[in-house]
């Protein structure tokens, strides 16, 4: 029984055995999940200040867990990047967001997020490929959302895999700018044809001056560079008020709509 030396010693610890349980579980539960259909979108709307109407949706994702009801994206998502089943979590994604946006009735676009775990399969352009194919939806009505870190880690390798999945005909996003490690100079490495304003800045905005004038700095860049702003996280009328004085394209929040499943999506 010691035949694996020290590796044996991690049998006889209870806690750390538990936790490694748990996760196995959930681990187990999530890719169930995938093969049952569990795993559906939510769609907020995103509105254009100039027409005052949704321009298009933010897909997210819920599990629907027969047992634990709706579990939010930061209960399974980490799980889903560290396990390698974000790979799978994030076709599911793709394929559903192009499948129930080409069956609305509408130009509207929508917006997917991608994990930057997604970047590391060389698979990626086909599968975004494969889901446009399928789905018969116009390129130009998919947005994918990504982060900053996508550009941090194998930046040339991502940038080039930017470059192919906007050849598709698709946009790009750049989401939650302002935190984590935001350069300037990821604008010149690619043209991303929009940026979504992290929604701590929004949320403080009204008492914050310092916010204030960072949201006033990036629309002001963003309309210079002609990308559009989306302003995330619009809880209330005068955080709204504020950001139509600023100059902002878009807007997504509460104040608007909550995510909602296709069928119960808000209109207009
Ligand atoms: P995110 O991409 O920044 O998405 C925006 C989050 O803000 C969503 O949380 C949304 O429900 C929430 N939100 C929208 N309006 C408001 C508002 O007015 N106030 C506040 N306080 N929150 C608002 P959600 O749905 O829980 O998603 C959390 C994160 O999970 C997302 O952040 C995204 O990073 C990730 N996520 C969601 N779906 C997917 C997916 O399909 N794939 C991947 N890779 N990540 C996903
Ligand atoms: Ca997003
Ligand atoms: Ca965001
Ligand atoms: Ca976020």
């Given at each position: 029984?010691?035949?694996?030396?020290?590796?044996?010693?991690?049998?006889?610890?209870?806690?750390?055995?538990?936790?490694?349980?748990?996760?196995?579980?959930?681990?187990?539960?999530?890719?169930?999940?995938?093969?049952?259909?569990?795993?559906?979108?939510?769609?907020?709307?995103?509105?254009?200040?100039?027409?005052?109407?949704?321009?298009?949706?933010?897909?997210?994702?819920?599990?629907?867990?027969?047992?634990?009801?709706?579990?939010?994206?930061?209960?399974?998502?980490?799980?889903?990047?560290?396990?390698?089943l974000i790979?799978?979590?994030?076709?599911?994604?793709?394929?559903?967001?192009?499948?129930?946006?080409?069956?609305?009735?509408t130009e509207?676009?929508?917006?997917?997020?991608?994990?930057?775990?997604?970047?590391?399969?060389?698979?990626?352009?086909?599968?975004?490929?494969?889901?446009?194919?399928?789905?018969?939806?116009?390129?130009?009505?998919?947005?994918?959302?990504?982060?900053?870190?996508?550009?941090?880690?194998?930046?040339?390798?991502?940038?080039?895999?930017?470059?192919?999945?906007?050849?598709?005909?698709?946009?790009?996003?750049?989401?939650?700018?302002?935190?984590?490690?935001?350069?300037?100079?990821?604008?010149?490495?690619?043209?991303?044809?929009?940026?979504?304003?992290?929604?701590?800045?929004?949320?403080?905005?009204?008492?914050?001056?310092?916010?204030?004038?960072?949201?006033?700095?990036?629309?002001?860049?963003?309309?210079?560079?002609?990308?559009?702003?989306?302003?995330?996280?619009?809880?209330?009328?005068?955080?709204?008020?504020?950001?139509?004085?600023?100059?902002?394209?878009?807007?997504?929040?509460?104040?608007?709509?909550?995510?909602?499943?296709?069928?119960?999506?808000?209109?207009?």
């Amino acid at each position: 029984a010691k035949r694996n030396g020290r590796n044996r010693f991690e049998y006889f610890q209870p806690e750390l055995d538990a936790a490694a349980r748990r996760r196995r579980t959930m681990e187990m539960d999530l890719r169930t999940a995938l093969h049952l259909g569990q795993l559906q979108l939510h769609y907020q709307p995103i509105i254009d200040q100039q027409h005052g109407q949704i321009s298009g949706y933010e897909a997210l994702m819920r599990w629907h867990h027969p047992l634990n009801g709706l579990v939010m994206p930061m209960d399974f998502i980490p799980l889903a990047e560290e396990t390698g089943l974000i790979h799978e979590v994030g076709a599911r994604a793709l394929n559903l967001a192009c499948q129930e946006a080409a069956s609305w009735n509408t130009e509207q676009t929508v917006a997917v997020n991608l994990s930057p775990v997604q970047f590391r399969n060389p698979e990626l352009v086909r599968i975004v490929a494969l889901a446009l194919q399928d789905s018969a939806l116009e390129p130009r009505r998919l947005e994918l959302e990504i982060t900053e870190s996508v550009l941090l880690d194998n930046s040339d390798g991502n940038i080039e895999t930017l470059k192919r999945l906007k050849a598709l005909g698709v946009n790009i996003a750049l989401d939650d700018f302002g935190t984590g490690y935001s350069s300037l100079s990821y604008l010149r490495s690619f043209a991303f044809d929009r940026i979504k304003i992290d929604k701590s800045f929004i949320n403080d905005m009204v008492d914050s001056p310092e916010a204030m004038s960072i949201v006033r700095a990036i629309t002001g860049m963003s309309s210079s560079l002609q990308i559009k702003t989306t302003a995330e996280g619009v809880e209330t009328e005068e955080q709204l008020r504020q950001l139509q004085a600023q100059g902002c394209s878009h807007f997504q929040g509460f104040l608007f709509g909550h995510p909602q499943p296709a069928n119960e999506r808000k209109r207009q």
